[in-house]
T-cell receptor
Framework: EAGVVQSPRYKIIEKKQPVAFWCNPISGHNTLYWYRQNLGQGPELLIRYENEEAVDDSQLPKDRFSAERLKGVDSTLKIQPAELGDSAVYLC?????????????FGPGTRLLVL | GQSLEQPSEVTAVEGAIVQINCTYQTSGFYGLSWYQQHDGGAPTFLSYNALDGLEETGRFSSFLSRSDSYGYLLLQELQMKDSASYFCAGFTGGGNKLTFGTGTQLKVEL
């Protein structure tokens, strides 16, 4: 069974440029998460989707970050414009829907460097 | 707010046993998970404690004490491949939100 797929794996951009990350969750997993992981720290939740609905986006910096999951499968996270402080690893995870405390399965992440 | 504290670094020798502690201060706590992350890799699920006590999965065991707001991950028969970062993570916010700890970097030496 394929795991969570993310692309690109690495991205280098200049500040003020836009950037987008893509995630395809494990087949059958209706819950999708985007996390940001700064160097030496644990992942921090940005947004959680149940199917197409964003049910928790309280930690998403909405002035520059946006996300979508139009058909309830794959998802895109966008930053526009990027700032130096956005340099981090952006992780996507998925889990089965409908139950609390479900195990989350993570993708390899996209390493973003903003210059 | 939610916080889970771990030692930043632990060093042990191959074949030994090591314990990684996690203390937490959260409201609406539902249970504690542990994840392993190798450099440049994805966090990988190791174990989950919904109830107090010990859960054993092969060489790894995890313990939770809700009354002490404390848990630990126990790794036995350490191997070089166990060198990685280990994160405790608590389920909060109705049981759907996972808050990660500060992380512990484990170094296994010969």
């Amino acid at each position: 069974e394929a795991g969570v797929v993310q692309s690109p794996r690495y991205k280098i951009i200049e500040k003020k440029q836009p950037v987008a990350f893509w995630c395809n969750p494990i087949s059958g997993h209706n819950t999708l998460y985007w996390y940001r992981q700064n160097l030496g720290q644990g992942p921090e939740l940005l947004i959680r989707y149940e199917n197409e609905e964003a049910v928790d986006d309280s930690q998403l910096p909405k002035d520059r970050f946006s996300a979508e999951r139009l058909k309830g499968v794959d998802s895109t996270l966008k930053i526009q414009p990027a700032e130096l402080g956005d340099s981090a690893v952006y992780l996507c995870a998925s889990s089965l829907a409908g139950a609390v405390q479900e195990t989350q399965y993570f993708g390899p992440g996209t390493r973003l460097l903003v210059l | 707010g939610q916080s889970l504290e771990q030692p930043s670094e632990v060093t042990a020798v191959e074949g030994a046993i090591v314990q990684i502690n996690c203390t937490y201060q959260t409201s609406g706590f539902y249970g504690l998970s542990w994840y392993q992350q190798h450099d440049g890799g994805a966090p990988t699920f190791l174990s989950y404690n919904a109830l107090d006590g010990l859960e054993e999965t092969g060489r790894f065991s995890s313990f939770l004490s809700r009354s002490d707001s404390y848990g630990y991950l126990l790794l036995q028969e350490l191997q070089m491949k166990d060198s990685a970062s280990y994160f405790c993570a608590g389920f909060t916010g109705g049981g759907n939100k996972l808050t990660f700890g500060t992380g512990t970097q484990l170094k296994v030496e010969l």
